[in-house]
Structure formats: structure tokens, C-alpha cells
T-cell receptor, first 112, second 112 residues
Framework: DGGITQSPKYLFRKEGQNVTLSCEQN?????MYWYRQDPGQGLRLIYY???????QKGDIAEGYSVSREKKESFPLTVTSAQKNPTAFYLC???????????FGPGTRLTVT | QKEVEQDPGPLSVPEGAIVSLNCTYS??????FMWYRQYSRKGPELLMY????GNKEDGRFTAQVDKSSKYISLFIRDSQPSDSATYLC????????????FGSGTRLQVQP
């Protein structure tokens, strides 16, 4: 059963703490993406990786970090430097030369 | 000005109605177009994708692209209460990072 999994579904943290969101895919897709969604807004790109051991900043990368050590995994760390971290975080992947992206179920992060 | 504009709604229609959802875009580099459906607190689900101008049909859904006007549409025939969701248009360029640029989403409510 192929797909993208994100964990946890809900995450609560205190301000000043770093937190890591998990994204795993078993679709054998090369490229993976992290987006952030705020109420009433479309998705905004945080980071992306087109191959293992390489990743690039997206439009709103400040306060976030990623790694891509394995093709299947693309974890996102929300650091204490992110000024407004409460949001819905979505991971996506895409196959080879295609363009349509497939999304995981998302992680809702609340920082108080 | 946003690259992709989408009426946020909400749009409320009776069951069985034909629904028209629209997006306009400003960047002629966008060549690949997608529609996603997102239920509350879930990840977006890919509904339709298309590259060329014209119509593409899949069951009750028809995607329409007019590149000359930079305008895309999604039509839903015989709408059902289960179609109640937020619909996001997305698009990307053929080259480069291939990340999606999203509209802000239109919330649709189909009344039984």
C-alpha cells in the first residue's frame, strides 16, 4: 500500500523548543517538498529536495531546517527561530519527470 | 499581487447543481495545472491535472484551461454533499524547482 505518511498528526510544543516533523514515502519518488498552510491561505513552499543529500530553500525557509539522507525520508525541523510556527504542515512527493504532486495527511503544529 | 488568484468563497449550492470553480494567474511561465480537493484537517487530494489548453474530463469533473486568458476552471456536475471541501488550484513551470504555486482555495458547501 504505497503512500506518504506524516507523523505525528498533532503536535504541541512550548515556545523556544525545536521540533521535528516526520515525512516518509514508499512511492520511490525522487523529489520531496514541505509546504506550510495557514487558515484561508494557499500552501507555501518551505524546502524541497530533488535528490538524496541535496535540498533547496523555498519561499519561506527562515526558521526551518531539513535533511535528506534517504530517498524515503525528508524530516522537517521547526526551530525556535521561526517566529510564527503554529500551522498545518504538509509533505509532498513527485515521481521522476512528472509534475503532479501527492500529499501526506499533514501535521498540525501548535506552539504556545 | 499574488501570482495565482482564487475566490475564497464560501460557495453554497444545492445538491445536484453544477459548480464552477475558477483561478486566474499572471505568470505565463506556468504550463502545468492541477486541482486538489482538501477536506477539513486533511492533506490535499489530487483531482485533475492537465498541460494543454482545452478541456479534460474525469467522471463528474471537468478541468478547463485557457492559457491565452490565463484562466483555469473546474466544473463539478451533479454535485453531492460529499463534494463539500476546499478546492485548491495549483500550477507550476516546466523547468526549475517544479514546486507548486497554489491559489488560496475555494470552500464549497453542497446542501442536501
Amino acid at each position: 500500500d504505497g503512500g506518504i505518511t506524516q507523523s505525528p498528526k498533532y503536535l504541541f510544543r512550548k515556545e523556544g523548543q525545536n521540533v521535528t516533523l516526520s515525512c516518509e514515502q514508499n512511492l520511490n519518488h525522487d523529489a520531496m517538498y514541505w509546504y506550510r498552510q495557514d487558515p484561508g491561505q494557499g500552501l507555501r513552499l518551505i524546502y524541497y529536495s530533488q535528490i538524496v543529500n541535496d535540498f533547496q530553500k523555498g519561499d519561506i525557509a527562515e526558521g526551518y531546517s531539513v535533511s535528506r539522507e534517504k530517498k524515503e525520508s525528508f524530516p522537517l525541523t521547526v526551530t525556535s527561530a521561526q517566529k510564527n510556527p503554529t500551522a498545518f504542515y504538509l509533505c509532498a512527493s513527485v515521481d521522476g519527470q512528472r509534475f503532479e504532486q501527492y500529499f501526506g495527511p499533514g501535521t498540525r503544529l501548535t506552539v504556545t | 499581487q499574488k501570482e495565482v488568484e482564487q475566490d475564497p468563497g464560501p460557495l453554497s449550492v444545492p445538491e445536484g447543481a453544477i459548480v464552477s470553480l475558477n483561478c486566474t494567474y499572471s505568470n505565463s511561465a506556468f504550463q502545468y495545472f492541477m486541482w486538489y480537493r482538501q477536506y477539513s484537517r486533511k492533506g490535499p487530494e489530487l483531482l485533475m491535472y492537465t498541460y494543454s489548453s482545452g478541456n479534460k474530463e474525469d467522471g463528474r469533473f471537468t478541468a478547463q484551461v485557457d492559457k491565452s486568458s490565463k484562466y483555469i476552471s473546474l466544473f463539478i456536475r451533479d454535485s453531492q454533499p460529499s463534494d463539500s471541501a476546499t478546492y485548491l488550484c495549483a500550477m507550476n513551470r516546466l523547468a526549475g524547482r517544479r514546486a507548486l504555486t497554489f491559489g488560496s482555495g475555494t470552500r464549497l458547501q453542497v446542501q442536501p
